[in-house]
């Protein structure tokens, strides 16, 4: 598999890596098939996007088209941001293997559904909840929730379980009360360590 040097640049020196503690948008995509996920972060002023960061699980097409996406939209007008497609993402990395390509379709749509989530918040009076509150509120055990890989419904939670789908075994952030993968060391929604 040969990629374009840029393509190795962003996945050996990705830009804007992290979290942004309080984002005025967040958004969050994954592909059950290949297992990447990629979590964006935004803050915005005057309609422009300010700040940005990502957090991507995956391989290293995916964590390249996070990095080149940030240095996109970076800058720009909430309008401009939306208008970053997939395609424009693997052309600015001078194109990405046939078997990669959606890992540029998760970037674009991270970014976006960041700034819908922004746009959400604005359209709703700008009332941010505190941080992990509505993810807490959305897992409280007993009530219907997804599986943060394969988005297969999770019903009747424990502290810890295994995803009926996907079989990956599943437990609950202390921070965020998101489940995430009990083998990984970091939670997948927020990145918090994960004591085992």
Same mark, same amino acid.
């Not at 990705?14 to 979290?19: F, K, S």
């Not at 995916?62 to 208008?83: H, R």
């Not at 929730?145 to 502290?159: K, Q, R, V």
């Not at 489940?179 to 990145?191: I, L, R």
């Given at each position: 598999?040969?990629? /374009?040097?840029?393509?190795? &640049? !962003?996945?050996?020196? =990705?830009?804007?890596?992290? +979290?942004?503690? &309080? #984002? &005025?948008?967040?958004?969050?995509? @994954?592909? =059950?098939?290949?297992?990447?996920?990629?979590?964006?972060?935004?803050?915005?002023? &005057?309609?422009?996007?300010?700040?940005?960061?990502?957090?991507?699980?995956?391989?290293?097409?995916?964590? #390249?088209?996070? /990095?080149?996406?940030?240095?996109?939209? *970076? @800058?720009? +007008?909430?309008?401009?941001?939306?208008?970053? +497609?997939?395609?424009?993402?693997?052309?600015?990395?001078?194109?990405?293997?046939?078997?990669?390509? !959606?890992?540029?379709?998760?970037?674009?749509? #991270? *970014?976006?559904?960041?700034?819908?989530?922004?746009?959400?918040? +604005?359209?709703? %009076? %700008?009332?941010? =909840?505190?941080?992990?509150?509505?993810?807490?509120?959305?897992?409280? !055990? @007993?009530?219907?929730?997804?599986?943060?890989?394969?988005?297969?419904? *999770?019903?009747?939670?424990?502290?810890?379980?295994?995803?009926? !789908?996907?079989?990956?075994?599943?437990?609950?952030?202390?921070?965020? %009360?998101?489940?995430?993968?009990?083998?990984?060391?970091?939670?997948? /929604?927020?990145?918090?360590?994960? /004591?085992?």
């Amino acid at each position: 598999m040969i990629y /374009s040097d840029k393509v190795m &640049d !962003h996945f050996q020196n =990705p830009r804007n890596v992290g +979290t942004i503690p &309080d #984002a &005025d948008g967040v958004g969050e995509v @994954g592909n =059950p098939v290949c297992g990447d996920m990629m979590t964006f972060y935004i803050k915005v002023k &005057d309609n422009r996007l300010t700040d940005i960061k990502f957090q991507t699980f995956g391989c290293g097409a995916a964590i #390249a088209v996070s /990095s080149m996406v940030t240095e996109m939209a *970076l @800058g720009k +007008t909430i309008e401009e941001a939306l208008a970053i +497609t997939n395609d424009k993402v693997a052309e600015e990395l001078g194109g990405l293997p046939k078997n990669k390509l !959606h890992c540029s379709n998760l970037g674009a749509d #991270a *970014l976006h559904k960041a700034i819908e989530d922004y746009q959400a918040k +604005t359209a709703a %009076g %700008g009332v941010k =909840p505190p941080a992990g509150a509505a993810a807490a509120q959305d897992h409280e !055990h @007993g009530e219907e929730c997804n599986c943060p890989y394969c988005d297969g419904p *999770l019903e009747g939670m424990e502290e810890v379980c295994a995803c009926q !789908h996907c079989d990956i075994e599943l437990v609950e952030c202390p921070e965020c %009360g998101n489940y995430t993968n009990k083998a990984d060391e970091t939670c997948v /929604s927020c990145g918090a360590k994960i /004591s085992k």
